[in-house]
């Protein structure tokens, strides 16, 4: 036992638990558990990537500044307001920690992100969840209303994670005109790429039109990259320079900045995979349907099954199918959309759940 003391608002928080192999009695099974994309990363990226290793014992850039030149290029937007991070958990964490303390409070919608809540209490700050709608989507107005003189930072996951829903423009709109200018609004956009919903804001003009937005964006998703940790901040250069004092130094290695700029050159080839995904997207969402099963609409890469107390059971006859999901005890579970033959082991699982 050790004689340390700890902070004991971390006692809050759930120990990190493994996630399960994705092997069953063994089966092999899908990993649709994380939201990862299912391609390999594209062989520019590849070559890049490998072109790069011979340089590995030297640190990364810190600033990572042809990156954030591509960054700041591609939105036409000052590479000033560009802060990058190791994955954008690490730009959420850093907007937490550089805008609340102790005593200071983070709204984010419930169920959302998991690591909202984490990061929040890492930073010695306090989380106010507020619940989602009846068709799980944020309750914008419930959040303004949930503004205290302690918040500092707000979260808004558009599409939400787990649930996929998105906001509409004008209720974006009208809820950063009830938010003071002094409270930060974080537009969480890690799965922007998935979204074909026409009424959807897009985050990137909202922060050109309010000083206190900030977008966060993630090349792990539709880009392809997690394993390898880089997503970025689009601040005001006032904040995004705050979130570069606050920054693990050297967070974003150099493979991570090189295989990031290699897919924003190839972007045209990724959302053809991004299509793709959408396409497979849209044949579950019809199968699940004529099967009667009610998940929310997604525009996002996965699924939300609102099963309560049916869960862990619905969860094992998904496993039973070799579809490992993200369960979340008592109140749902999350399936991401894979490739074929993993999305027809979903659309198998379902059948049998709706049978039973
Ligand atoms: C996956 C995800 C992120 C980004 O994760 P990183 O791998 O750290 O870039 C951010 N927000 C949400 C809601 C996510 O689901």
Redesign the pocket.
Known sequence: MTTVNLRSDLESLPAYKPGRAPVHDGQVLHKLSS?ENPFPPLESVQTAIGATIGEVNRYPQMAAHELAAAISAKFDIDPESIALGS????I?SQLIRAVAGPGDEVIYAWRS?E?YPLLTVAAGARGVGVDLDSDYRHNLPAMAAAVTDRTRLILV?NPN?PTGTTIARRELEEFLESVPRSVAVVI?E??VHFDRDPESPDGVDFFRRHPNVIV?H????AYGL?GL?V?YAIAPPKIATALRKVALPFGVTTLAQVAARASLMAEKELQTRVDTLINERLRVASALRSLGIAVPDSQANFFWFPFGKDTNDSVKTFEKHGVLSRAFPEDGFRVSIGDKVANDAIIAAATELSTL
């Open positions: 939201n994955g954008s958990v690490e959420i992100f690591a996951c994670n969480d890690a799965y966060a993630t090349f792990s998703k997690a940790r997503g």
